[in-house]
Structures are given as structure tokens and as C-alpha cells.
């Protein structure tokens, strides 16, 4: 069994910075794929980044590149998603997520465990 438990989300200005961390418990070791999601009020959950734990491999959703920064820190099972230049459209409910695979997979049947979420509201 793995834990996800999610924190940082809260009510911002556009413009703003934020992180929001993972962190991991449970037999994590053998999900070596971390991924955050988001779903925006209306819409589906979609695929933000994923990182690898081993090798540190990353991956974004073309809208956040350049903007999101996806870490880990080993040491302390937890997984971060800083977020710079926030805009109203990422406003969302963001979850982490785990996957027993060594790429990183997109579609969110492909992660077996989630955390509860925590939301990031970004005001215009």
C-alpha cells in the first residue's frame, strides 16, 4: 500500500509563485513514476508533469513548461511542484499520483494510487 498526501494549495494572486509537495509513504519503492494532475472546475483531470524517482527523468504538459517545476527529494519521499507565473487557468484541484512504471505515463489509468488533492485558486 502507498500514501499520498498532498499540501501547499491555497488562494493566490496571478503573477504569484507556489509549491505544492507530495509526500509518500508505504511500500513506495516499487513506484518509481510520480505524476501531478489537475482538474479544473467543468473539466477533466489532466496530466501537469512526472518525474522518475531514480534517474530524475521529467515531463510537462505543454502549457506549463517553462512556468512549473516538477522535484523530489529522495531522502524525504516527497515529491514538489514549484509554480511560477500563475494564471487564472491554472486554477484546479491538483493531486500527485503513483505508478509502477519506468517511463512516465500520461493517462491517468496508469497510476495506481492518488493522494486526496489539494486545491490552488488563482485569482485575476
Known amino acids: 500500500q502507498v500514501q499520498l498526501v498532498e499540501s501547499g494549495g491555497r488562494l493566490v494572486q496571478a503573477g504569484a509563485s507556489l509549491r505544492l509537495a507530495c509526500v509518500v509513504s508505504g511500500r513506495a519503492s516499487v513506484y518509481n513514476a510520480m505524476g501531478w494532475f489537475r482538474r479544473a472546475p467543468g473539466k477533466e483531470r489532466e496530466f501537469v508533469a512526472g518525474i522518475t524517482w531514480i534517474a530524475g527523468t521529467t515531463l510537462y504538459e505543454d502549457s506549463v513548461k517553462g512556468r512549473f517545476n516538477i522535484s523530489r527529494d529522495n531522502a524525504l519521499s516527497t515529491l514538489y511542484l514549484q509554480m511560477n507565473d500563475l494564471k487564472a487557468e491554472d486554477t484546479a484541484v491538483y493531486y500527485c499520483?503513483?505508478?509502477?512504471?519506468?517511463?512516465?505515463?500520461?493517462?491517468?489509468?496508469?497510476?495506481?494510487?492518488w493522494g486526496q488533492g489539494t486545491q490552488v485558486t488563482v485569482s485575476s
Open positions: 499520483a503513483a505508478a509502477q512504471r519506468w517511463s512516465i505515463p500520461t493517462a491517468q489509468n496508469q497510476y495506481s494510487y
